[in-house]
């Protein structure tokens, strides 16, 4: 199962893999507080995207359209290099399709709806009921 979670809540034996998907570390936090197992920032929201949603120049449909084409890039982009090294949406797909502990999707926004990890939750769910 993949949850997602803002990073300032107390982490629990329920999360399992904790994996942080801001490109920014999430301000006042500790690494131990953190207790993260991966720090995915390659699949976070460009520096783009990010601060135009930040500063409410785009709303969250056009930001969750823009992020979904960057995942899908980047996922097309691995792919196309022929097996190298796995990529972070193949580990967390792995982890996923394995089963044996959930896997818990950090990001540092307050808002608990309209989020990157929400955005990525879907289309990690998407792209391993396509294979």
Known sequence: MINIKRIYEKPT???G???LVDRLWP??????KAKLD???KDIAPSNEIRKLYHAAM??????R???LQELSEYNYNNMAKGGEA???LEQISTFFKNGDKNITLLYGLKDEINNNAAVL???ISKLVKAK
């Open 13 to 15: 034996d329920e999360d």
């Open 17 to 19: 893999i904790r994996i």
């Open 27 to 32: 301000r006042g936090m500790s690494k131990e």
């Open 38 to 40: 991966f720090w995915f």
């Open 58 to 63: 785009i709303d969250f449909t056009e930001f």
């Open 65 to 67: 359209r823009r992020y």
């Open 86 to 88: 796995e990529n972070s």
């Open 121 to 123: 939750k879907e289309f």
